[in-house]
């Protein structure tokens, strides 16, 4: 076993936790178990749950054993956020997206061998509660004045909207839930974010007062970027971990477009290299940045980590074929389509191909320049490409044969000069 502790917060993932001297003696000298939770709130999980996934895995690879609890009770209720009172999905949509976060928990943890892991479902031991059992034997232990004084309980009572007593009863779902696992499996230890401390701690509370037993909770920090922007964020939206949501290739980018401020930060976040490796490459980065050398580690480390390593190489093969590094009709159908989908782009009618479009039209439809004029000079500078074939003259048109194939249809690659690029959508 080695000191998972010191590794954890050489690496900047330990914000709070219960008594630190008695939690680094138990995880240095025992194996404990230990459990983290995740709701079905949503179809997937995303890149702030990667990072409880991820601390997770370096337990279990240090000698403990994990419990994966995904919240088919709580997933019901959501925890309370600090924007408003969350909707309740139907129940029907909570199993669909159970299962799926089930799948994706299950990819980061070893089922196999001394430590192995298990997955446990919250609706197992809360359903078999009725409301009185509930009351008198879990709420009973929950001291109000303490629960109001919890951030995301008392921030909500300070505005408008308030707190319903559903969302308020989260917490004590949750406490519950360790006191089960303490019982059913001798858990000793949950980890979550910072943001979920005082569901952490109720837990430890309860177990206190119900069982005398002192158990521990660690909270990771919450991670930021260094530009102010919110982690985890694109323009896009919310970088997910189901590849239909967020592609491997626009996953793959996050990472590769990480501030070099950044970069050797997320990598003792997120990869699972060891501190010493880490350690090496910053030198190595910090000698010569314009490698890019971090960025290049941590995408190829995460996004093998998290779709596995056909995908990365298909997602680093896009965006060289992207910039005429490689052929664009060696990508499969999927990877063109992703790694094209965020660019400035315009429609084209297959009529219009099967006219003959002129490629200087073809530009300004994508946005790449503002006028013909504009386009037509980048042709005759010789800056101008269509999928990587230097455009020969500015009477030069498109046709159904420059149409590579996409899952929705068909896309033409444009760029500008080595790295101004568009694309054009093929329509009916």
Known sequence: ????????????????STDEAALQKALNEESLTYYVGFDPTAPSLHMGNLVQLITAARLQQAGHNPLALVGGATGLIGDPRMSGERTLNPREVVEEWLAKIRTQVEKFLDFDGPHA??????????????????????????PVNRMLAKESVSARLSNES?????????????????????????????????????????????????ESQAVHALATPLITKADGTKFGKTESGTVWLDSSLTSPYAFCQFWLNADDRDAVKYLKVFSLRSLEEIDAIEAEFTAAPHTRLAQKTLAEDVTTLVHGKEHYDQAIAAAAALFGGGELVSLDVGTLGAATSELPRGDVSTAQLSEGLPVADA???????????????????????????????????????????????GVILLRRGKKTLGAVDIVS
Not at 8 to 14: C, D, N, S
Request: with cysteine.
């Open 1 to 16: 076993m080695t000191d998972i502790f010191s590794d954890l917060k050489a690496r900047g993932l330990i914000a709070v």
């Open 117 to 142: 892991a298990q997955v446990v479902n919250n609706y197992d031991w809360t359903s078999e509660l009725s409301a009185i059992d509930f009351l008198r034997d879990v709420g009973k232990h929950f």
């Open 162 to 210: 308030g707190l319903s007593f559903t969302e308020f009863s989260y917490q004590v779902l949750q406490g519950n839930d360790y006191l089960e696992l303490y019982r059913r499996y001798g858990c000793t230890l949950q980890t979550g974010g910072s943001d979920q401390w005082g569901n952490l701690t109720s837990g430890v509370d309860l177990i206190r007062r119900v």
């Open 363 to 409: 530009f300004v439809t994508a946005g790449i320049v503002k006028s013909k004029g504009e386009a037509r000079r980048a042709i005759k500078d010789g800056g101008a490409y269509v999928n990587n074939v230097k455009v020969s003259g500015d009477d030069q048109t498109l046709t159904p044969a420059e149409v590579l194939p996409t899952e929705n249809g």
